[in-house]
């Protein structure tokens, strides 16, 4: 049976528009690769650059996501305006809808997008999404939460078993897992983001 797979997207020269990487063509490098469910694409990209995944070609013709559904687009990582400097980051995107799959910047209203940093990708069912990202069914009940008397809040390093198949880079820095997790949510909804939520918090716990 043939392994999931890892993408970087656009090799060595990473997540850029071509106004920094004058060379970059992200759908010829898209071109002649087969994407399947369960495979996962790396961006190597800083802090001055971010992710939209849409379901939605109107969104992605746009290079605009304002008007976009929660359903069908997310941002999987954002500039940060805050930064007076720009560092590496590392983001994995799992892939884990069948058909048309649309990426691109949408940062500086939309002109990194139109600035060659946006492709589309077809993604076939090919073994089907592994367990580790398939949604719950809506039967399964969540786990039960014991009464702790503290804040319920999460800690950051306590989601990456949904996001196991990248390995992070050594020179660059994975996006955070609330940063992976809030683009999970989005795709996949409220009810399943509750479900999570309440499994991670069992879980810290009781270690």
């Known amino acids: 049976m043939e392994a999931y797979k890892n993408y970087t997207v ?5 997540w850029f528009d071509s106004l920094q990487k004058p060379t970059v063509n992200y759908q010829n490098w898209a071109a002649n690769k087969n994407f399947s469910l369960g495979d996962f694409l790396i961006f190597n990209t800083d802090n001055n650059h971010s992710i939209v995944q849409t379901y939605n070609f109107t969104t992605y013709k746009q290079c ?4 976009a559904q929660e359903n069908d687009t997310s941002e999987w990582s954002a500039t940060d305006p805050s930064s007076v400097a720009t560092h590496p980051v590392t983001v994995a995107v799992p892939l884990v809808k069948e058909g048309m799959n649309y990426f691109f910047s949408g940062d500086y209203d939309g002109e990194q997008c139109r600035y060659g ?12 999404l592994p367990p580790t990202l398939k949604a719950p069914s809506k039967d399964s009940p969540a786990p039960a939460s014991p009464d702790s008397g ?3 809040s999460v800690p950051d390093t306590a989601v990456p078993s949904n996001f196991n198949n990248p390995q992070e880079s050594s020179d660059g820095k994975v996006e955070s897992a609330s940063d992976c997790l809030s683009g999970f949510l989005k795709l996949f909804g409220t009810e399943i983001g509750v479900f999570l939520l309440v499994g991670i ?7």
């Open 117 to 128: 940093q946006h492709f589309k990708i077809n993604v076939t069912h090919g073994q089907g």
């Open 10 to 14: 656009g090799d060595s020269l990473g």
């Open 64 to 67: 605009d996501y304002d008007d």
């Open 150 to 152: 503290d804040d319920g």
């Open 201 to 207: 918090n069992f879980f810290s716990l009781i270690i």
